[in-house]
């Protein structure tokens, strides 16, 4: 996996952004940019974890877009399984994988819990792990990095 970090420049974003996650085909996913998050979360339907292989794989579906009948099948290595506590004080053993994410004009590798997060308002978290050294968090704006991209780049690791 490469990452397309040109300078050490920390750059603002708002607290929602909207995503992209090349890897896994999701060519637009609006995300909360959750700073009290460690780790960034997915939420994901039919989730499979596939041991039979010699790298475990993951197997799940996205609705990348709230309220939408859009469903995005997606296939991952697992890296772990990790226990996660919410912010209710909830733990829970989640699968991890890592995906490269496109904030703006930048891509780079992170790692993604994938869950339930139905309740939510957001399908995705972007924890300050994945922001380290890359982005700060304006809390009173939102969508500073660009608009929802265009669903015309679905094709995958592009």
């Given at each position: 996996m490469t990452a397309d970090h040109q300078n050490n420049e920390v750059r603002t974003a708002g607290w929602r952004e909207w995503l992209v996650l090349p890897e896994l085909g999701i060519?637009?996913?609006?995300?909360?940019?959750?700073?009290?998050?460690?780790?960034?979360?997915?939420?994901?339907?039919?989730?499979?974890?596939?041991?039979?292989?010699?790298?475990?794989?993951?197997?799940?579906?996205?609705?990348?877009v709230h309220g939408s009948r859009e469903l995005v099948d997606c296939r991952a290595a697992l890296l772990e399984e990790r226990w996660v506590t919410d912010s209710g004080g909830h733990r829970e053993l989640r699968p991890v994988i890592e995906t490269l994410v496109q904030v703006g004009q930048e891509r780079w590798p992170i790692e993604l819990t994938l869950?339930?997060?139905?309740?939510?308002?957001?399908?995705?978290?972007?924890?300050?792990?994945?922001?380290?050294?890359?982005?700060?968090?304006?809390?009173?704006r939102s969508y500073v990095l660009g608009r929802r991209p265009s669903h015309r780049s679905r094709e995958r690791g592009t």
């Open positions: 060519a637009a996913i609006k995300a909360k940019l959750d700073t009290g998050a460690r780790t960034s979360a997915l939420h994901t339907h039919s989730l499979d974890i596939d041991t039979d292989k010699e790298t475990p794989e993951v197997h799940f579906s996205v609705h990348p869950t339930k997060r139905e309740t939510m308002r957001f399908h995705m978290l972007l924890g300050r792990t994945a922001m380290n050294g890359r982005l700060q968090v304006d809390p009173a």
